[in-house]
């Protein structure tokens, strides 16, 4: 019989880890100077952009020295300010803003028909592909003589034209966002039994939400756009109208700082809906949701 061969038992030594702070690494985390803080802000470079061009549209106006052609910038400021006071611009600006409302929002529901349309058949989809090749770049403003014709001398020729400028550059957003959803999430909608407007409201439209409001973005620039182009004639017909009839009126009398000023009051008025409005719902839609950084 062999006797089994026993080792010795050796103990393991205990092994102690010191957690090593901060100041033993160095600096960690490197302070921001004053330049960079301020520099980080986003509106902060916005502004400054902003006065940069300001600063150069002042020194140009009185470099040139000819205030019927292009003005300094502090007199189209004081214009701006004289009209804001006495209430000119902001019952010319309502004006326009409720037609573009009007026409804005009767042009993105006509888009969502459309689109919801399209993506229930095949049919849908090469009406709708038909349509947007033979209008989308049909100019809004070349059919202002006809809805003049069809509407009269009334809100209704801008709403039309404003629709057609606002429909199919919205379609053609929504269908691409509808058709670039992954099939991972049209299968969840089928397993949670979604079908028709259910399955679009809740599955179709967040999941394409970026594509959606990309087109709601160029809609309204191109409305904002057509309604002051589209009032520049509107305005001469009827005598009445908003900033672009304002703008006209102006010329007509060479009051260029005047011009310049609704010119400054269109831009503001874009910025804001660009900066303000559009901001938050990105903030409050896809940037929450993670689709968005």
């Known amino acids: 019989m062999h006797q089994a061969q026993t080792f010795p038992v050796t103990e393991r030594p205990n092994i102690y880890c010191e957690t090593l702070g901060p ?72 004006s326009s803003i409720q037609v573009l409302m ?98 679009v409201a809740r599955i179709l439209i967040p999941a394409a939400f970026p594509s959606i409001l990309a087109g709601l973005k160029i809609g309204w620039a191109f409305a904002w756009r057509t309604l002051i182009a589209a009032e520049l004639v509107f305005g001469v017909s009827s005598g009445q109208g908003g900033l672009g009839w304002y703008i006209f009126e102006s010329k007509n009398q060479l009051n260029i700082a005047e011009v310049f000023a609704g010119l400054l009051t269109i831009i503001m008025i874009g910025l804001a809906v660009e900066n303000v409005v559009f901001r938050v719902i990105e903030k409050r839609t896809v940037q929450r949701w993670g689709m968005q950084s």
Do not use: C
């Open 23 to 94: 100041e033993q690494f160095g600096i960690i985390e490197k302070p921001l100077t004053w330049f960079e803080q301020i520099y980080n802000q986003t509106w902060l470079r916005k502004v400054g952009i902003l006065v940069f061009l300001a600063l150069g549209w002042e020194l140009y106006g009185r470099w040139l020295d000819n205030p019927l052609l292009v003005p300094p910038f502090s007199d189209a400021v004081r214009a701006l300010l004289t009209d804001v006071g006495n209430g000119t611009i902001p019952k010319r600006a309502l």
């Open 102 to 199: 009007i026409g804005f929002a009767s042009g993105t529901l006509l888009a969502g028909l459309l689109t919801v349309f399209a993506i229930s058949s095949r049919l849908g989809t090469d009406f709708l592909d038909t349509m947007t090749a033979m209008f989308n770049p049909l100019p809004a403003i070349a059919l202002l003589p006809l809805a003049l014709i069809w509407f009269g001398l009334g809100a209704g020729s801008l709403v039309f034209v404003l629709i057609h400028s606002v429909m199919w550059a919205v379609s053609l957003n929504m269908l691409a966002g509808f058709r670039g959803v992954s099939m991972t999430a049209r299968m969840v909608g089928r397993n949670y039994n979604l079908t028709g407007l259910r399955f």
